[in-house]
Nanobody
Framework: QVQLVEFGGGLVQTGGSLRLSCVVSGGRYAMGWFRQAPGKEREFVAATTWSGGRTSYADSVKGRFTVSRDNGKNTVILQMNSLKPEDTAVYYC?????????????????WGQGTQVTVSS
């Protein structure tokens, strides 16, 4: 049974930083972060392979967000810097057994419950 639990959402001002964590149990998985703003579809943010050797980012967050993992702690981290109001959304971590490079949420098998990130202007 795969379980994902996110931590670290909150309210921050424009230009601030937040750090999201996702603890995963139940095996070795590639991990991703997605987000969904009200009235919008869930969109890809970042992903990393199980080893952490390969990472991918949406163009909208490149240079501002960093995804990393600590497999000793079964944790994947999304460090978000230079936050903008348009980053406001519920952020979800996701897992898939083998990372294909897909940015499509339907290709990811397991999901956390989500954590709210709000960036005030």
């Amino acid at each position: 049974q795969v379980q994902l639990v996110e931590f670290g959402g909150g309210l921050v001002q424009t230009g601030g930083s937040l750090r999201l964590s996702c603890v995963v149990s139940g095996g070795r998985y590639a991990m991703g972060w997605f987000r969904q703003a009200p009235g919008k579809e869930r969109e890809f943010v970042a992903a990393t392979t199980w080893s952490g050797g390969r990472t991918s980012y949406a163009d909208s967050v490149k240079g501002r967000f960093t995804v990393s993992r600590d497999n000793g702690k079964n944790t994947v981290i999304l460090q978000m810097n230079s936050l903008k109001p348009e980053d406001t959304a519920v952020y979800y971590c996701a897992a898939v057994r083998t990372y294909s490079g897909s940015f499509d949420a339907s290709d990811w098998n397991y999901w956390g419950q989500g954590t709210q990130v709000t960036v005030s202007s």
